[in-house]
């Protein structure tokens, strides 16, 4: 005998009020189930509506502006979660569906102490007492393998690194023993090595506990490792849905298969990367696609950007009454860059990557150490020279989320550094760079007056 699906979404339905009198279709009449004790994983781009899915089965869409379509149905071991009260939909999420969300900075309250969060889920749901529940938070941060977790528990999320935090915000889903877990892309600002071991984590837990599974991301590699089930997405629709090696092997959308193909080859180097758009042609043949390639390595006269020269960066504590405590987050680091050349600096969380780049660009001060930046020591010249340079030095931060800025439209973001860097004549000319820069990044003209939050994480 077949057992039911422990979720089942039946023609669901999303649009988002734009205006008063516009709406965005965001999903657009989709179907799939969860089946009990697997992982099921969500595919697609950014923006094709995979979060939107996961946050209606949680109930987390905004009312004022989604719209769910009233022939829509959700079902949870055949209760439709679109009919039942908000109160009904408290008591089941959290305690038999939880949800581990994209970015772990953003999720945990940073006033509160990681042992406080997730005894609150364990008062609340499990009615124990707080000497309870924070016995039960330090043995679910010893699962997840939060080292030193009877005094980790009381830290800041601030105070843990970035692997660290998705593993509370996993003690967290787990805390209360749900039956389906959701996982909205919790590798997506991790290093490779760390998520490994959220991957291995997570799988490791829905064997020990017999949970399902619904995994949400773009990362085929992950996908491979982890799902028992695929469903693909785009543009709001399903494109095709089946068991792993059936559309690792034998795909039959051309949309699936040019995702698969899409996968980048350690074997070449090309000017850029494939897109879905180069195997895409409405039919299900796909064209070869034949990149021009670059060369590799460095010829040694190619002339040199940025030097660094031993760099070093070092934090400082208090450390009794009037001591301090030095922390060497960066330590006689040296390199060069040719210009035209890509550097990639790579290593695990905590390993100083990231310092070194905010260094470069004065965000921290230097402790030790040169940057010549075609020639000239951006470290050591004042404020007002290095000004100029920061026109042509940029950045791009890891998490979108904290980067921009959540009360300005992408047009006022965009603009602001036209403004101050005096980048074309008049707003009306900044204003049409800014959408042709929309563009380049595959971005509409609407976008332009959206606010940050009413985007995906990859958009």
């Known amino acids: 005998m077949t057992q039911t699906p422990l979720l089942q979404i039946q023609n669901l339905r999303v649009s988002f009020r734009t205006d008063k009198k516009h709406t965005v279709e965001a999903i657009r009449g989709i179907s799939f189930d969860v089946p009990r004790n697997a992982t099921v994983a969500l595919v697609g781009e950014s923006g094709s509506g995979k979060s939107v899915s996961s946050l209606a089965v949680m109930g987390l869409l905004s009312t004022d502006s989604a719209i769910v379509d009233p022939a829509s149905r959700i079902e949870f071991e055949g209760r439709n979660l679109l009919e039942m009260s908000a109160a009904q939909r408290r008591d089941l999420c959290g305690k038999e569906i939880s949800m581990i969300f994209q970015e772990p900075m953003t999720s945990l309250n940073p006033v509160f102490t990681v042992g406080f969060q997730i005894g609150e889920v364990l008062q609340l749901h499990m009615g124990m007492n707080p000497r309870a529940a924070r016995k039960r938070a330090i043995a679910l941060l010893e699962e997840v393998g939060i080292p ?71 990362d085929l590699a992950l996908v491979g490792e982890i799902a028992d089930h695929v469903v693909v997405m785009r543009n709001g629709e399903v494109r095709e849905k089946g068991e792993i090696h059936q559309i ?35 039919h299900d043949g796909l064209p070869e696609v034949n990149l021009k390639e670059r060369p590799r390595g460095l010829t040694g006269k190619e002339p040199i950007v ?57 965000l921290h001060q ?18 007002r020279e290095f000004m100029a340079y920061k026109r042509r030095i940029q950045i791009i931060f890891q998490n979108p989320y904290a980067s921009l800025n959540p009360r300005f439209t992408v047009g006022q973001i965009l603009l602001e550094p036209m403004r101050i860097h005096r980048i074309g004549e008049n707003d009306g000319e900044r204003t049409e760079m800014a959408y042709l820069l929309l563009k380049k990044v595959g971005m509409p003209p609407a976008a332009f007056h959206r606010y940050p939050h009413e985007f995906s994480g990859g958009q």
Not at 161 to 173: E, H, K, L, P, T
Not at 257 to 280: E, G, N
Not at 306 to 323: I, P, T, W
Not at 366 to 383: H, R, S, V, W, Y
Request: charged share 25%; net charge positive; with cysteine.
């Open 148 to 218: 030193d977790a009877a005094n980790r528990i009381d830290y800041y999320p601030s105070q843990m690194s970035g692997g660290q935090q998705q593993r509370v915000m996993i003690a967290m889903a787990i805390a209360c023993e749900p039956k389906l877990l959701i996982a909205d892309e919790p590798t997506t600002a991790l290093d490779v090595t760390i998520q490994k071991q959220i991957i291995d984590l997570i799988d490791a837990l829905r064997k020990r506990r017999q949970m399902s599974v619904l995994f949400i991301t773009h």
């Open 248 to 282: 690792f092997e034998n795909p039959q959308d051309a949309y699936t298969k040019a995702l698969l193909h899409c996968r980048p080859s350690l074997d070449t180097r090309p000017w850029r990367l494939p897109v879905i758009d180069d195997y895409m042609n409405g």
């Open 306 to 362: 940025l030097d660094v020269r031993n760099l070093g960066k070092s934090f400082y504590s208090r450390h009794g009454l009037f001591g301090k405590k030095e922390f060497q987050a960066v330590n006689d680091v040296s390199f060069t860059l040719a210009r035209g050349k890509t550097l990639g600096v790579v290593g695990e969380s905590g390993s100083g990557k990231t310092t070194v780049g905010l260094t470069l660009l004065r």
């Open 366 to 383: 230097a402790t030790t150490g040169q940057a010549l930046f075609e020639g000239k020591d951006i470290l050591a010249m004042p404020n």
